[in-house]
């Protein structure tokens, strides 16, 4: 439920599915669903199959130099409503240094948007964000990056009222992640 700090009677009322495949060293590729019984308090009567698709590219570049590519597909799907979302991103390492770019697409209803409007009535969200990180270091096995990153994104006309013509947003981060494996 939405009460987030304690625990519920688990419901073993949903299920899914995940197909996997790597039919090389530097591919990957993922199908899944799942079959979610009344996901959304408001809407407590609705079920949702939810799909999701991957396709995974790793390049090596020599010594400490990577293209990384994904391309992502989702979708969530009811009886009234569906939504669809993809995601093109690649990311260039090259020692310390990683370059990289996303593109989103996503699809709202006015419902999840909380407008008036019709039903099934949707807005078609673009993102295109570009960034830089810097290895900084690591410790026990954990890099450390320093990156910026910017958010441009073209929404439906419609929405401008709401969120202006071009919204745009920066960002910087330090992020801790798992040191990447080498074979």
Do not use: C
């Not at 899944?32 to 009567?45: K, L, V």
């Amino acid at each position: 439920d939405e009460n987030r700090f304690d625990f519920d009677k688990p419901r073993f009322d949903s299920y899914s599915y995940r197909l996997s495949m790597n039919p090389s060293p530097k591919w990957a590729l993922q199908f899944s669903q799942g079959f979610i019984t009344s996901p959304e308090a408001h809407h407590a009567d609705e079920d949702v199959v939810r799909t999701t698709a991957s396709v995974s590219h790793s390049q090596p570049l020599g010594m400490s130099r990577y293209l990384l590519s994904s391309l992502v597909y989702g979708r969530n799907n009811s009886d009234e409503n569906s939504e669809n979302s993809i995601s093109l991103e690649s990311s260039l390492l090259l020692d310390r240094w990683t370059v990289y770019g996303r593109y989103e697409f996503i699809q709202k209803s006015v419902d999840e948007l909380a407008l008036a409007g019709d039903v099934g009535q949707h807005f078609n969200i673009h993102a295109i964000k570009p960034g830089l990180a810097y290895l900084l270091g690591g410790v026990k096995g954990i890099d450390i990056r320093l990156g910026a990153q910017g958010s441009f994104h073209i929404i439906d006309d419609k929405l401008a009222a709401f969120y202006g013509s071009s919204p745009m947003s920066a960002e910087v981060y330090l992020r801790f992640s798992p040191r990447m494996m080498r074979m």
